[in-house]
């Protein structure tokens, strides 16, 4: 089951209904772009990150639990995972994969306890 892997950790500090809209995200290695949309639905919270340059000005979709903690004053969300392990997940298409039931499953798996990496930072 990949359930968790779409929730906030309660250590976070993300408050339901807070808009994350435009705030910087930080893998471990450094930054990867911006939050585009979010979702805070129960068993479904994930984050869009625009990545700009990064890879090609590609979004991608971050699931809840790979948030680390959000800092409202700086408007910067952490993320437990490098720019390769995010760079390395399945490929997002916002209008075919938000809300497809096939792709949350594999990347809940790719981002899950049971995947390559464990849950954790490599």
Do not use: C
Request: proline share 4%; charged share 30%.
């Amino acid at each position: 089951m990949t359930e968790h892997v779409w929730s906030y950790k309660s250590t976070s500090g993300h408050l339901a209904g807070t808009d994350l809209t435009g705030y910087k995200v930080e893998a471990v290695d450094g930054d990867i772009g911006k939050v585009d949309k979010h979702s805070d639905e129960v068993g479904d919270a994930y984050l869009v990150v625009d990545t700009g340059v990064w890879i090609f000005g590609k979004e991608v979709l971050l699931p809840a639990s790979t948030v680390l903690r959000v800092d409202p004053e700086d408007k910067k969300v952490y993320v437990d995972r490098t720019k390769e392990q995010i760079k390395s997940a399945p490929e997002f298409h916002r209008n075919k994969h938000l809300g497809d039931a096939g792709y949350h499953e594999e990347l809940g798996t790719y981002y899950g306890s049971g995947a390559p990496f464990g849950g954790r930072p490599a």
